[in-house]
């Protein structure tokens, strides 16, 4: 412990306040995932519920029961010695940002925002957002999960296996979403107590094998594309995590198949229309036809008949003549 607030943070309370977390109990809020490289910086908002009877809010890492920063409510916050050039913070209305600067692989924990208020006698912690805060360094890392890489089909499923250091009766284990859509997929706290997202429901199964879980997830949609990380909480340590398994959804074969229909229907409907097209167009290139030979004929038989006509006034003329 960083801070004295005067009263007792035993493991009793550590473990009833991660019941909570993956229970969703309590007034604890919807947890949040953010994941960074090494050097870069992160931002976590705690907001305020109770500001009349507040005495002060701090945001702490709750596995290793670490304060973080301190807010109390008239005066200079205080702020753990190992964030102390790495941390800016700042007040927007009834809400506090906190910034961690220059992130480290040992940053990787899951940090809390609670809310001390008056209670009769004793204060009161109201327990807010958590944060999974996943860095990514440039060694290798700590977990082997495989495979690295999936693409499957629309409907069909993918599995995920991690190989975890803990023993089980000690395991605390998420599968995260860490790219598109940030968020916690699956979290088992010791074998006995899990919660999977309802974008999931029941399309997930997981199973136990040695050291290892392999995680399944069934009728994939294209929106689950997205990077999935193992990651593994270990007594008095930071997350270890593994490198991720990139998962893309293909959407061809679909896309394809509805279009073909599309074009076979198409086709249907056009078919009769272009038929009467070219018979129209076959009649009356025919009644053309047979009206230009008509013609001619009769010119010619008008032009005889002249020609005739014109000879026997030159045979009676001349006759006269004589």
Known sequence: KYFDLNRPRGTLILQFQLHFLFLGGGNE??????????????????SMNDSQNQVGMYLRAIRQNLNVIYFPKEKPPKINPEFANRINY??????????????QESDSKIYQCSEIVKNNVYPKDLYGKAT????????SRALKQAPLY????????????????????????????????????????N?????????FGNRLMYSREGNSIVITLHNLQEKDSDNYICVEQVTDSSLLSASGTMVLVKEVEQGCEESSWGLYALLIVVSPLFCALVSCILYHVHVKKYFQKKKP???????????????????????RGE
């Open 150 to 189: 999936a693409n499957p089909g629309h409907g069909q499923s993918v599995s995920i296996t991690c190989v975890l250091k803990s023993p089980p009766q000690h395991e605390e284990f998420y599968l995260l979403r860490t790219h598109v859509q940030p968020d916690k997929v699956l979290s088992v706290l």
């Open 297 to 319: 004929n009769v010119v010619y038989e008008d032009m005889s008949f002249n020609s005739r006509r014109s000879t026997i006034v030159r045979t009676n003329t001349y006759s």
């Open 29 to 46: 809020q919807s947890t949040d995932v953010i994941s960074a490289w090494e050097g870069d910086s992160i931002s976590i908002t705690c």
């Open 90 to 103: 700042s007040k927007e209305g009834e809400n506090f940002r906190i910034t961690l600067h220059r992130l």
């Open 132 to 139: 999974i805060v996943v860095v990514k360094g440039k060694s």
């Open 191 to 199: 074998l006995t107590v899990s919660e999977v997202s309802p974008a």
